[in-house]
């Protein structure tokens, strides 16, 4: 039994579309870092815990860490890469941290986004509560979440007027 | 941390799932992937076979059914957090899944997986004890139906094997209206229970309790009814005294105790949730 076999899997990246061969053990976080060099998505814990590697799978938030790439076959996925518009505007949520210091080393910063960006898309009029129940999964060591959240709080506030 | 190597599989049916279960040795099945995702990663999990079930469409559904509500195997959390059959029929099963883990996990954990992964303190096996759940399992035999109070042979070891899957799971849900309340305690939001605790009362006319239903996880290796305070409660007052002599029963539990939790602090965790959870209840049931 070869069980290095590689799998064709064709996907759609931050609007690009992507054919690839894929070791079926390798998951998606890693998939996205080595293979297609998208390493905004962090690696922190690896077992779904730490929040940094969530990416938004065919519209709902996912750990890319407890997902097989090869599982991803056919999905539409969006990383924090994606996030801003293809001629560098900023998405709101990442102007908002930009604005009220939503980050200090960074480093669980892209699952914050990806977090917050679809959630506060699904309900721009999210209240504190909601904003701390969605990032309830994403873990900070720098900021005491204070400043995500009003960060948050204030993409909310920008997308209700953009809308 | 890499997961190790395995041969994948992704049946598009139960027939060619079970064909393969019959077929594969040392087979893991991969579901929503949020419990055996990280023992993979971890190398808890040393599988020579992955088969994925989630290209199998027909396991992801909520329909009415008689005598109950059931929910296919692959039904994510997510999906039934928002389903209005569930909310309708099952509304405790919606308080606890808010319970379990968040967003970015129930969007892809599955109920059936929980079911099989059977974690003691898991809230989903509980809520399945409250409403003696039928499990409806797949076979190259066939398919065949356990009781959730015979699914749970021992610690994580549900009553299946090996060439067989859990496709379904039948809710008995009552009929007429019931309050409901779920508590649970655990030291950061979105682990695992210490203990949870779920209830639900029906009343009569009169007001007095004419049905109640409560289960607790944390406490042994699967959710235990405690059925003797049920019975207590079933015919009397709906008060504050009836609540907490029916939750004193959950103080004579045998409880498991580890390096962190002593048994006797689980027991009394599952004394005031139980209360708390009736609480609720009863306070739903009027309305």
């Known amino acids: 039994m070869d069980v290095e076999e590689k799998r064709r899997i064709s996907l759609v990246v931050n609007g690009r579309k992507i054919e690839r061969e894929v070791s079926p053990r390798k998951h998606l976080g890693d998939f996205l870092r080595e293979d297609l060099r998208l390493t905004g998505t962090h690696l922190g814990c690896e077992h779904g815990v730490c929040g940094s590697c969530t990416v938004i799978a065919d519209g709902v938030l996912v750990r890319s860490c407890l997902m097989l790439a090869i599982q991803a076959d056919g999905m539409v996925l969006r990383t924090v890469e994606g996030l801003a518009e293809p001629d560098g505007t900023l998405h709101p949520i990442q102007e908002a941290f930009h604005e009220k210091h939503g980050l200090q080393c960074g480093f669980c910063t892209p699952g914050m986004l990806t977090t917050l960006a679809a959630v506060i898309e699904e309900n721009p009029s999210i209240d504190e509560a909601g904003i701390r129940e969605a990032i309830s999964g994403n873990i900070c060591r720098c900021t005491g979440y204070e400043t995500i959240v009003d960060a948050a709080l204030s993409a909310a506030a920008t997308m209700r007027q953009g809308a | 941390m890499k997961a190790p190597p395995f041969a994948y599989h992704d049946p598009r049916s139960v027939e060619e ?95 059936g997986g929980s079911l099989c992964h059977l974690d003691p303190a898991s809230e989903q096996p509980c809520v399945a004890a409250l409403f003696d759940a039928t499990l409806h399992v797949a076979g190259a035999r066939g398919e065949r139906d356990v009781s959730i109070h015979d699914w749970v042979l021992g610690y994580m070891t549900p009553a299946i094997e090996p060439d067989e899957a859990l496709v379904g799971i039948t809710l008995r849900t009552w009929d007429g209206p019931h309050g409901y309340g779920f508590e649970e305690f655990a030291r950061r939001h979105g682990d695992y229970a210490i203990v949870a605790a779920g209830a639900l009362v029906a009343l009569d006319g ?13 406490v042994d290796v699967k959710p235990i009814r405690l059925t003797e305070a049920e019975t207590m409660l079933t015919g009397g007052p709906a008060d504050a005294g009836a609540i907490a002599a029916a939750a004193e029963v959950a103080r004579g539990l045998e409880c498991m105790s580890d390096a962190q939790i002593s048994g006797d602090y689980r027991r009394r965790l599952a004394t005031t949730l139980t209360r708390r959870a009736l609480d609720k209840a009863v306070k739903r049931a009027r309305g």
């Open chain 2, 17 to 111: 799932l079970t064909g393969l279960l019959g077929t594969l040795e040392n087979v893991r099945i991969l579901a929503g992937g949020q419990s055996l995702m990280p023992m993979l990663n971890m190398r808890y999990s040393m599988p020579d076979h992955v088969v994925d079930i989630n290209r199998i469409a027909d396991l992801d559904y909520v329909r009415r059914v008689e005598g109950g509500l059931r929910i296919g195997a692959m039904t994510r959390q997510r999906t039934l957090e928002r389903d209005p059959l569930v909310a309708q029929y099952a509304p405790v099963l919606v308080e606890a899944l808010h319970w379990v883990g968040h967003v970015q996990t129930r969007s892809r954990g599955t109920f």
């Open chain 2, 206 to 218: 009169a007001g007095k309790i004419s049905r109640a239903a409560i289960s607790i996880a944390g």
